[in-house]
């Protein structure tokens, strides 16, 4: 697609168009990689060491959940990275639904990384709770450097 894209002051030799538009794609990756990610201002510190870092644990850059080599058990993203504490106050927003007696079952395709327990996929991937599941579960959280968690990517609707 980038080699059609063609402004109408663009003038000159096609090798001299395309030199330019590699150059450009270049530096934007270059720029990509050379960021750096910032360890969010709600996370947990007791959940990183010198290897698993806070700044490449919750790196949501790659994919909304952060490093996967960093989870394991207890240990989530939700937990550690701070969305577990954005969803407590988005929880307070939202109507309570302590009518569902019957618990639902979490979809086979959910990201396990996206839940903890305090909002286990049962609760967030519940659609008798909305067409998105549980609202509490999906807060906005690129004010503190994440990437906000989805019910598609997360109930296992979407591929990351």
């Not at 080699?3 to 663009?10: K, M, T």
């Not at 934007?28 to 060491?49: G, K, N, V, Y």
């Not at 969305?83 to 939202?94: E, H, I, Y």
């Amino acid at each position: 697609w980038i080699a059609r894209v063609e402004a109408p002051a663009w003038r000159g030799p096609s090798k001299q168009r395309h030199r330019w538009v590699s150059l450009f794609v270049l530096a934007a990756l270059d720029c990509w990689a050379d960021a750096t990610s910032e360890c969010p201002p709600l996370a947990q510190p007791r959940c990183f060491d010198e290897e698993f870092t806070c700044e490449r644990c919750c790196d949501t850059r790659a994919i909304p959940v952060g490093d996967l080599s960093c989870w394991l058990g207890d240990v989530t993203f939700a937990t550690c990275c701070g969305v577990t504490n954005l969803r407590f106050q988005a929880s307070m927003l939202v109507p309570a639904a302590d009518h569902l007696y019957v618990p639902a079952t979490c979809p086979p395709a959910a990201q396990a990384n996206c839940f903890d327990k305090y909002f286990p996929c049962e609760r967030c991937c519940d659609t008798r709770r909305g067409a998105q599941g549980d609202m509490a579960c999906w807060p906005d959280s690129t004010a503190v450097g994440l990437r906000t968690l989805t019910f598609a990517f997360c109930c296992g609707m979407l591929p990351f």
